[in-house]
């Protein structure tokens, strides 16, 4: 369980059904990003409470495993590592670069201590402690590297932890993630039917001590415009006896994955195209993203039970709302709303996303057209380096969209119509995630290269960031059937009310096109039911407000919104029954 990814309201409620299962450790990732918004401000309140989450986990009388990265994965933005770090422009990530260091030490200074204090000799619940994350499976090989972490670690940690690795079960693996004999080295592997065979690697480097499997993976991980990823739920506890057969510790990865809430960003570099991925982390996992129990944890229970003798447990499901239609009556164009434009800066060729302090989020290009270029038909744009999906406006008409699709060159084209007379020309860029995988994890957002139109290059740009944090500046206006709205780059307003308490309940866009939600300023993540797999969000209970207070929904709507006068079809629903494929 990912506390980063859970409200802190419910993660008493999560550790309580994992220990109901009859689970004794949670193992969790820690996300430098997450905690380091920007270059030396730390974050460790709220959600972000680490030492709480420490603490529930021990109150409920699980043990923890903790993940320090600082290289995570996780199917999280760049792999859990700062974008600000990219404004470094040649610094190499995971290496012993000397730049990238000095931050990993400045950051392992403020999270290791919390860690430290929590530990099982200080009468904590925190066991053992991973160093970096399957290092084995990243190009560099830097043993200088791995050094300097398990240094740092050992200095800051003191010596009654054990220090670990984590990589895949193989020597090619192996040879490259592990420091034996000062971390011991684990594996990871899903479904098998011979978890011998899957452990003999660990062996090879690891003659004595336990069998560990870091990740069992009990589903998988979705993609945009792709199949749902399911695994057996059988199959998954059939497995697991056999592992705990063997006498071996496990990790099921993941127990409960829930949703991206905090960071918005999920994208994972598979083969050689770029391959965003969806909000929801449900990852078939024994606890749904609410936090339900369904098939594949009963099967779990009977099979931790055969083995310890404590008896099968199944949690209620808690109930959900089906609260019906949210009408939008408020809304702005993105372009009528330049509060939100947290920085900007003019300049020959477009800034880079990170470059402007921003990190999540969109930018917006700007310039003005040369007049010799007006007046004609489909013209052909190009725009190199674009990070990662761009929307084309002339004279605030949307006239296409191109998406990055090599995760290298990731160059765009383009045929639009260009009228006459026509003056203005705005790129509005969507960060769908930078890679958090592979050897491309230096994966700078917005457009890293230049723009040109029937071959003549574009010049003199003004480069907005704008994070959407802040849903209070967002200037709406009443709708009504006098108000025209432009049918992309909208932000509509809807309210809500209940009476008596508000349970969690899923947000229907059925019939929207592609953007991002909030509710009560807390972001619910992307929408793309256009290309699924995934047509619903989660709305956890937590973020709602009950006892007829009222609930501000705000979708920003990037593609093509159904919201024409009158404005019946302006509207979502929030339904009982979650939909991710």
Request: net charge negative.
């Amino acid at each position: 369980m990912h506390y980063a990814r859970v409200p802190s309201a419910y993660w008493r409620d999560r550790l309580q059904k994992m220990k109901d299962c009859g689970l004794n450790t949670v193992q969790t990732y820690v996300p430098w990003n997450f905690h380091e918004p920007r270059p030396g401000v730390f974050d460790f309140s709220g959600d972000r409470n680490l030492s709480y989450f420490l603490q529930t986990a021990q109150d409920v009388g699980l043990l923890v495993i903790v993940r320090a990265g600082p290289y995570i994965c996780a199917e999280w933005d760049m792999g859990g590592l700062p974008a600000w770090l990219l404004t470094h422009k040649d610094i190499a990530l995971r290496s012993s670069d000397t730049v990238y260091l000095d931050y990993v030490d400045k950051w392992m200074t403020q999270l290791l201590p919390i860690v430290k204090s929590h530990l099982y000799s200080n009468n904590g619940p925190v066991i053992t402690v991973q160093v970096e994350n399957e290092y084995g499976s990243y190009y560099a090989c830097d043993k200088k590297y791995m050094e300097h972490l398990y240094v740092l670690f050992r200095y800051l940690l003191g010596d009654d932890v054990v220090l670990f690795t984590t990589d895949g079960d193989s020597d090619g693996y192996l040879k490259c993630g592990t420091l034996t004999p000062y971390l011991y080295a684990t594996v990871d592997f899903g479904v098998t039917v011979d978890p011998a065979a899957n452990f003999k690697s660990q062996r090879d480097y690891e003659p004595k001590g336990p069998l560990v499997n870091s990740e069992f993976y009990t589903g998988w991980l979705d993609h945009w415009g792709q199949p749902h990823q399911t695994k057996s739920s059988k199959a998954v506890a059939d497995s697991l006896y056999l592992i705990l057969k063997l006498n071996a510790s496990v990790n099921m990865y993941m127990f409960e994955g829930w949703d991206q809430l905090c960071v918005l960003e999920l994208v994972q570099m598979l083969g050689s195209t770029y391959q965003p991925q969806p909000t929801s982390y449900d990852y078939n996992a024994p606890l749904t993203e609410a936090g339900d129990p369904w098939e594949k944890y009963t099967l779990v229970s009977q099979v931790i039970s055969s083995y310890t003798g404590t008896v099968p447990y199944t949690p209620l499901v808690e109930p959900k709302g089906a609260y019906g239609k949210v009408y939008m009556t408020a809304a702005v164009g993105l372009f009528d709303s330049p509060q939100l434009v947290a920085n900007q800066v003019s300049s020959d060729t477009p800034v880079s996303m990170e470059m402007l302090g921003q990190s999540f989020g969109f930018m917006i290009y700007s310039t003005k057209l040369p007049s010799e270029l007006t007046g004609r038909s489909s013209s052909s744009m190009t725009i190199s380096g674009l990070k990662d999906r761009a929307s084309v406006y002339i004279d605030g008409v949307l006239k296409g969209t191109g998406m990055r699709g090599d995760p290298v060159k990731s160059d765009v084209s383009l045929t639009i119509d260009i009228p006459s007379g026509a003056v203005d020309l705005d790129i509005v860029v969507e960060n769908m995630g930078r890679i958090n995988y592979g050897s491309l994890l230096n994966d700078s957002k917005g457009i890293l290269g230049s723009v040109g139109i029937d071959g003549q290059a574009l010049t003199q740009w003004v480069s907005k960031a704008v994070p959407l944090d802040n849903s209070t500046l967002i200037p709406f206006q009443q709708l009504n059937e006098t108000v025209r709205m432009p049918n992309s780059t909208v932000f509509y307003r809807g309210t809500f009310r209940f009476d008596g308490q508000a349970y969690s309940t899923y947000l229907n866009v059925s019939g929207w096109s592609k953007g991002v939600a909030f509710v009560n300023g807390y972001s619910l993540g992307r929408y793309w039911p256009v290309k699924g797999p995934q047509k619903t969000l989660y709305v956890p209970g937590a973020f709602l407000r009950s006892n007829t207070e009222l609930n501000e929904l705000i979708l920003f709507e990037i593609d093509h919104s159904p919201c024409i006068p009158p404005y019946n079809n302006c509207f979502v629903s929030l339904v009982d029954t979650p939909d991710i494929g």
